[in-house]
């Protein structure tokens, strides 16, 4: 065997154990043994903790969403924290002070010091964490509660809806959610899930703890401090968040910025790489292979050129035609077979460029990674 065809099998199975295998292997660990979660309804006082930029379009419906929130009203408390908005923000947030809603000021200096500005105004035992444009399902609060009824659930999150997909490139973004829920489901199943869904997720107060300045990803920091007190962090999929589809060129953003924060939180949390982790061989499988991906591509493509007739040209022609389908995808008809065969390649190369672009953590500053998410409907 040569050394040209060690690399290009060794990437190919890289590549399958990583989108396929692995998925599948996860599930059949749930099937034998998976640990269930006690759930009981106990009534807990909450700090409802909701971060907030320039949410002018979104933060009145949101606000309603929460007031409207299936839970004790008197075991609330609703602080908006306005990270120094320049829009009628603050204004819209101050017409429900009568209905119990606290508007906290801080300057811009980025969604990690609003949160913490939030939690050392949170009096709750419960800190509830939620951000500015996803509206609630009314019983989503009281089905993260429950979770807690369990001594072992540290973090409970819910699940994130993906509304009304119009166009096929914003269909398969939601076919990526709905395999990325799935695996994260099975994740909570058989331990933690190393990470919550920022929109939608609940934590013990005292398992709280303060938030670098520049933390890209609260929703695993956080988490990541109860799992390695022992917690579990789960997904409770009853508990929604409802948002709308976003452009391919939003996701594109979102997915550099949970990629570049994956290795911030390698950073902070060398023990993810280590026993310590008692979730390793997930961790490595689904967050640290997710950034090697596009690297094994590459050895698939290089060593391709150099593999024995008439390989080398049957396997650059199958690579050349998967490249040239997601090219073309911008000019087919949005309907029919064709279009979901390239939109599903170019959202695929779209998010390997992601992961290759996340690198830049290293040496950018991390607010060159927050981006505005366009909103592909009429709000």
């Known amino acids: 065997m040569t050394w040209a065809t060690t690399i290009f099998l060794g ?76 829009d009628r ?30 939690v050392a105004r949170a009096t709750g035992e419960i800190l509830f964490f939620t951000d500015a444009r996803q509206p609630l399902e009314a019983p989503s609060l009281r089905k993260l509660i ?33 395999y990325e829920k799935w695996i994260r489901m099975r994740l909570s199943q058989v331990d933690s899930v190393l990470g919550a869904t920022g929109c939608i997720y609940a934590m013990r107060r005292e398992l709280a703890v303060p938030l670098p300045a520049g933390t890209l990803v609260d929703d695993m920091y956080l988490p990541l401090a109860a799992f390695f007190r022992g917690y579990r962090v789960i997904l409770e999929r009853e508990a929604k968040a409802f948002d709308y589809p976003t452009s391919i060129e939003s996701e594109f953003d979102r997915k550099v910025r949970t990629l570049a924060g994956v290795i911030q939180i390698i950073r902070a949390y060398p023990a993810l790489l280590g026993p310590r982790n008692r979730m390793w061989i997930h961790f490595m499988s689904h967050k640290v292979s997710r950034l090697l991906l596009p690297y094994a591509l590459a050895a698939v493509f290089i060593s391709s050129m150099w593999l024995p007739p008439p390989w080398a040209k049957v396997t650059l022609a199958a690579q050349s035609a998967f490249f040239w389908i997601a090219v073309i995808d911008s000019w087919v008809p949005d309907r029919g077979l064709l279009k979901r065969i ?10 390997m460029g992601a992961a290759i672009c996340a690198v830049s953590i290293l040496f950018s500053p991390e607010k060159e990674f927050w981006r505005h998410t366009k909103i592909k409907v009429d709000l």
């Open 342 to 351: 390239t939109s599903a390649s170019r959202t695929f190369l779209i998010l």
């Open 89 to 118: 923000t603050d204004e819209i947030a101050g017409q429900f002070a009568s209905s119990g809603v606290e508007l906290i000021r801080v300057p811009h200096l980025g969604k990690a010091v609003a949160l913490n500005a939030g």
């Open 11 to 86: 990437a190919v199975a890289f590549i399958l154990y990583v989108l396929i295998i692995y998925p599948l292997l996860l599930d059949l660990r749930v099937r034998v043994h998976a640990r269930p979660v006690r759930k009981e309804w106990q009534p807990r006082t909450v700090s409802i903790v909701l971060p907030v930029y320039n949410g002018e379009p979104w933060i009145g419906n949101k606000l309603q969403s929460v007031l409207n929130l299936d839970y004790p009203r008197e075991l609330l408390q609703i602080l908006v924290i306005s990270d120094g908005s320049t």
């Open 146 to 178: 429950e979770c807690f009824a369990d001594p072992e659930v540290g973090v409970a999150s819910g699940a994130l809806i993906i509304q009304n997909p119009q166009s096929q490139q914003q269909k398969q973004v939601g076919l990526y959610w709905r």
